[in-house]
């Protein structure tokens, strides 16, 4: 009602795109283009006179019909003597001019264009220029209505085959040439999709364009990947006026009723008793409803209260982050932005960050034709909700599309697992004992290599999200977890769980537990169920963990010289695994170790890892242990 009275919302009739299946108007967003097969069929349309013909072309010959003129451009040459004559339309007798645009470009084709301003976007807008007839020849059907004479009643391909059939009889038809073309189909049903003169309901977009235009050029609100912005301003800035009615029985009925006496339209927020103008109580009201995005362009406001200045509304409106697919960036993402400059002065979020598609292993579209698609609840009932979110995330690049396949969601299923049998590892060995979920004050090396480590994960994991490079941010969490978390630190620290020494072996239980806990907090968002049921078995503090702090990096766990010490250790026993393994020494067998080193210090400290070091493979090597400093 407010743009009603602003002047910015109009009834009209108009080209618009119908669907002949729907039976309705669609938007230019709703309809989805695709090559397909065509011909030009090239006709002779005589002038009047008899000194000739034009010659055209045309890949929908049942559209003459309603030709009400052909046009040639006023700087063509070869026509400009003709311009002003009549000619008589093959098949229906009626005589129409010959008008000079400039919308025919001289060197497509024959340079002649036949107008029909019912059918054909451009050719109404040509027909309004020179106040051309605008003669609809199609029902809503699609077949060919009354104005069609002869071939009334005959539906959009059999009068095609007729028309064809009697123009070349009647040697109108000069020759067919097979093309290949886009045709504009309906985003619902697939049916083609016809441009009809219709009387509806639309939104005059120029003025309400230009501020969400200008938002997103000033850097109010950001699309993440940048490269996004292209397909919004490119849509923008073409935009024509948004035919938002729509011939459904279901959505929101637009608020228009008509007076039966005097022909009065009145918009109101409640039902009129009345009409204002002559006071007859003989109202309907309009049946069509607004189209679906229309209401759906509200949504970042009137969900809060709006109109109403609600406590809601000013606290939530703008949100900071919108998250959707690069799909419906011109269905809703445009229409929140320009709906939410005009009705809030501002725009409804400032960042748009943009994902893919999911797609079949083959990287097809998932559709029921093709039979490829996924159900999420056969996968989750099979493989659990957290591998399944785990699977969308992993390799997920913003803007990009991602194949899923069954074997991706196996592998997240393992990861599950681990973290599972990591978790009950630590749990078996903390039961029974007082373990605060805090580091002990004093730290062996591999405690403050794992700390350290961690400490650069919470770092860099943080800045990937704040960033949205969440794929990079849970490929991190995962090489963490599964590579320095299980196979490294708890195969280290398994030695000192098992000592005697109770202060050593308390000291790794606290750094498991601080460990296990914050590495639960980062995967939280991506795998909430799991981490949530082994948070709440280990010790913390809080209600929840998708309530609980999010880890924060300190400078304090910083200790790059013991990471690199740790690694030099790890260096060694990677290089004596492969060595034993590349000369088949047998686990059973002892040797002697010789390391050079310029640090012999590190290795003396470490010489309990490489002399006690229960590998995976259950293999150790001998305590023997020489050093020689360089």
Request: charge should be negative; include cysteine.
């Amino acid at each position: 009602m407010r743009l009603y009275n602003k002047g910015l919302i109009y009834r009209g009739e108009r080209i618009i795109n119908w669907c002949p299946h729907c039976k309705t108007s669609i938007s230019d967003a709703e309809v989805e283009f695709s090559e397909h097969d065509g011909n030009f069929w090239h006709i002779r349309y005589p002038f009047k006179d008899g000194s000739g013909y034009l010659e055209l072309a045309t890949t929908r010959p049942e559209t003459m019909l309603g030709d009400t003129a052909v046009a040639v451009h006023p700087e063509d040459e070869r026509y400009k003597n003709i311009v002003g004559k009549m000619l008589v339309l093959p098949l229906v007798g009626r005589e129409i001019p010959v008008v000079a645009d400039t919308y025919v470009e001289q060197d497509f084709g024959t340079g002649v264009v036949k107008i029909t301003p019912a059918h054909d976007p451009n050719d109404f807008e040509v027909g309004l220029r020179h106040h051309l007839e605008i003669i609809n020849v199609m029902n809503e059907d699609g077949s060919i209505n009354e104005n069609g004479g002869k071939f009334a009643g005959m539906s959009g391909l059999e009068v095609r085959k007729q028309i064809v059939k009697e123009l070349d009889e009647q040697g109108f038809l000069v020759r067919v040439e097979p093309i290949k073309h886009n045709v504009g189909t309906c985003y619902r049903c697939h049916t083609v999709v016809e441009p009809r003169v219709s009387k509806q309901w639309f939104v005059k977009m120029e003025p309400l364009a230009k501020p969400a235009i200008d938002c997103v050029r000033d850097g109010h609100v950001r699309f993440i990947p940048e490269r996004m912005e292209k397909i919004y301003f490119n849509w923008m800035d073409n935009i024509k006026d948004w035919c938002i009615s729509r011939q459904l029985w279901w959505g929101h009925r637009i608020p228009a009723w008509y007076c039966e006496d005097c022909g009065e339209t009145v918009v109101a927020m409640d039902t009129p008793h009345a009409c204002p103008k002559c006071g007859s109580t003989k109202l309907h009201q309009d049946e069509d409803t607004l189209d679906t995005w229309f209401s759906s362009a509200l949504w970042p406001f009137s969900t809060l209260g709006w109109p109403d200045q609600t406590e809601d509304l000013k606290y939530f409106y703008p949100t900071d982050t919108l998250v959707t697919g690069y799909d419906i960036i011109f269905f809703w993402v445009a229409r929140m932005i320009f709906s939410g400059m005009e009705h809030m002065g501002e725009p409804p979020f400032k960042t748009v960050f943009i994902h893919g598609l999911i797609r079949d292993a083959q990287g097809r579209k998932m559709s029921k034709s093709l039979g490829n698609g996924i159900d999420p609840l056969e996968v989750i009932a099979q493989y659990g909700a957290d591998a399944l979110r785990f699977t969308l995330v992993t390799g997920n690049s913003p803007g990009n599309d991602l194949r899923f396949s069954q074997e991706k969601v196996e592998a997240s299923r393992n990861f599950a697992n681990k973290i599972w049998n990591a978790s009950r590892f630590i749990l078996m060995n903390i039961d029974g004992h007082d373990v605060p979920n805090q580091l002990p004050e004093k730290l062996a090396l591999e405690d403050k290599w794992i700390v350290h480590q961690f400490n650069q994960v919470v770092k860099e994991v943080t800045d990937n999200l704040e960033h949205f490079e969440i794929g990079i941010a849970v490929q991190k969490l995962y090489d963490f977890l599964w590579d320095e978390l299980c196979d490294w630190y708890i195969e280290i620290a398994k030695i000192r769980l098992q000592s005697s020494d109770e202060t050593t072996a308390q000291a790794a239980r606290q750094v498991l537990v601080w460990v296990m806990t914050g590495t639960l907090q980062l995967l939280h968002p991506f795998m909430p169920y799991i981490t949530e049921e082994i948070w709440q078995s280990l010790p913390h503090e809080g209600e929840s963990i998708m309530v609980s702090k999010w880890p924060s990096f300190e400078q304090a766990h910083c200790d790059p010289q013991s990471a690199s010490d740790m690694q030099n250790i790890m260096d060694v026993i990677r290089a004596v695994r492969n060595r034993r393994s590349e000369m088949n020494v047998p686990p059973s067998r002892k040797t002697h170790l010789y390391i050079a080193t310029a640090a012999a210090q590190v290795f003396q400290e470490g010489a309990r890892l490489l002399s006690d070091w229960p590998l995976p493979m259950v293999w150790k090597w001998g305590t023997h242990l020489k050093l020689k400093a360089l």
